[in-house]
């Protein structure tokens, strides 16, 4: 299952299960229309509006919330590298912005202001590194452990990030995190999806808006496509789609059963 329009490229695998809103209609008086549920990808019609986000509630996680905190800064304003079995932190921030958030998340005395730009380096303590050594990384690694996190443990890692990197573009209702990593900018969507928030990437990093559906009626839908398509399912339950450059919601997802080779 294939929609598509100026903006996305979204495949689905037909046996799969996706979240909709019925799109809202008033007859004769009446209001129809506006029910969430679960329904086959095969039934997606232009009457349909992708639910895209919700807010995550869940209790257990890999991190706690300090924890998932100090990740969001190290991974945004600061610097890691693997030195003799272990690994070494700072976070570089400005007294003008978060430093004292900063120095209480790290934990370690920080260095002189930089001379030009005032900018203070905070080493972070050995000690509250090592609960995060397995995740630590700008890639996969990172993106799985935000999947695996709690409700409050990704709230605080998301402000953390945010902190860091977000804005408020003047003028528009969304707001922006400027972060050019690829793995960094998925984590942080990831993070935002289950906060229950909508988002698109640039060049440059992400757009959030509170958004939460995709309306279908400016798709072409094509029923023919079945392949393409990325479902990691996490140890929680929690189904998230990465389709191109859309990040969404998944509800069951139909297994894949490998064709026998012809002989």
């Not at 490229?9 to 229309?33: A, H, M, P, W």
């Not at 996680?61 to 690994?87: E, H």
């Not at 935000?146 to 990197?165: G, I, K, Q």
């Not at 389709?243 to 012809?262: E, N």
């Amino acid at each position: 299952m294939r929609l598509s329009n100026s903006r996305h490229d979204l495949v689905f695998g037909l046996g799969s299960e996706v979240i909709v809103r019925r799109n809202t209609s008033t007859v004769r008086g009446r209001k129809y229309g506006g029910e969430i549920l679960p329904i086959a990808a095969s039934e997606l019609n232009t009457n349909h509006s992708l639910l895209v986000a919700a807010p995550l509630r869940e209790t257990r996680s890999v991190l706690t919330p300090d924890q998932a905190a100090l990740l969001g800064w190290i991974v945004t304003d600061g610097y890691f590298r693997r030195r003799g079995g272990g690994v070494e932190a700072v976070i570089y921030q400005s007294p003008k912005k978060y430093l004292d958030t900063v120095i209480a998340v790290a934990g370690g005395k920080p260095r002189a202001p930089h001379p030009d730009t005032g900018v203070v380096c905070v080493p972070v303590l050995r000690e509250r590194i090592k609960p995060l050594e397995p995740w630590l990384s700008k890639e996969e690694e990172l993106v799985g452990c935000v999947a695996r996190l709690s409700t409050r443990a990704s709230e605080s890692m998301y402000d953390a990030m945010y902190l860091a990197d977000g804005s408020v573009a003047p003028g528009r209702k969304g707001d922006y995190l400027a972060v050019k990593h690829p793995g960094v900018r998925s984590a942080f969507r990831v993070l935002a999806l289950f906060r229950g928030y909508r988002t698109s990437e640039s060049s440059r990093g992400c757009y959030v808006s509170q958004r939460r559906t995709l309306k279908l009626a400016s798709c072409d839908i094509d029923a023919a496509v079945t392949d393409g398509l990325w479902q990691p399912v996490t140890e929680m339950g929690t189904c998230v789609v990465r389709c191109g450059q859309f990040i969404t919601l998944m509800g069951a997802v139909a297994p894949v059963r490998p064709t026998k080779a012809s002989t």
